[in-house]
């Protein structure tokens, strides 16, 4: 992982070990926890979304219904704002659009390490779920994708 999680070793009364005689041997230094939980925290504000709505009404019941609200069991907040009609995005930043929903969408499984777990998962090793298919997972004679014990817990939901 990215060098700036990594921490100095440190000895048994807390201090900065830096002698070559240190009776473990390796070479590893410990991840800092406190910088690794804000890095996946912080990467998480960088996505948003834009719903046009037909009209105020059903604006404000979408406001009224979703925001404030866990998404799924991801220890993520929904947070919606009202963005003004004469505000202008960037159509280069634009990832996708979509009209519509699918009938067979189904919302990817997402927990947040950082925000609901003491222990936080390193997630730039993590795999991309959406390329599951080209690995031949979920595919007549493909490799079976392996549920997580959390993933089966949460489809008993």
């Known amino acids: 992982g990215p060098a700036q999680y990594l921490g100095a070793r ?3 009364q807390g201090d900065e070990d830096d002698s070559e005689d240190d009776s473990n041997d390796g070479d590893e230094e410990e991840i800092d926890m406190v910088k690794l939980r804000r890095y996946e925290a912080e990467k ?3 996505f948003y979304a834009v719903a046009e709505c ?4 059903t604006a404000k ?3 009224a219904m979703c925001d404030g609200v866990e998404y ?3 220890a993520n907040v929904i947070d919606l704002r009202y963005i003004p009609d004469e505000e202008e995005f960037d159509e280069a930043e634009v990832h996708a659009v979509a009209s519509s929903v699918p009938s067979d969408y189904v919302s990817p499984f997402f927990i947040n390490n950082a925000m609901g777990h003491t222990k936080v998962k390193l997630s730039w090793d993590d795999d991309d779920p959406s390329r599951d298919v080209l690995h031949g997972k979920g595919m007549p ?3 079976k994708k392996k549920k997580g014990k959390k993933e089966k817990e949460m489809q008993m939901i």
């Open 54 to 57: 037909d009209s105020a009404r």
């Open 141 to 143: 004679g493909g490799k």
């Open 10 to 12: 440190k000895d048994k």
């Open 61 to 63: 019941c979408i406001y």
């Open 44 to 46: 998480l504000k960088y």
């Open 72 to 74: 799924e069991a991801s």
